[in-house]
């Protein structure tokens, strides 16, 4: 939201919400400015970029990602009890 203002003067909540998402379906910068300008909007490739970038860095990973590690370190966790088990089993 502060980009917003203090490159274009607006300062609106709503709208720094939807560019972020605007970021976040984006594969690069490229892709974003496309994004923003198919919704109505131009800025100039240097600020879009930018924006980019800054989006980027400061927005966490996504909640889908963050699950498939989890799963992963999950199912790295039931293999090494299970492996453990079979261990134990076989040494009585």
């Known amino acids: 939201c502060e980009e917003l203002e203090n490159h274009l003067g607006i300062n609106n909540k709503d709208l720094a919400e939807f560019i972020i998402h605007l970021a976040s379906k984006a594969k690069n910068g490229q892709d974003f400015q496309k994004k923003v300008s198919e919704n109505g909007a131009e ?4 600020f879009a970029e930018s924006l980019y970038r800054i989006i980027s860095v400061m927005k966490p990973k996504s909640n889908v990602e963050s699950g498939k590690k989890k799963a992963k370190r999950g199912m790295d966790n039931e293999k090494y009890i299970s492996d453990h088990k079979n261990k134990k089993a076989h040494a009585f």
């Open 43 to 46: 800025l100039k490739s240097a």
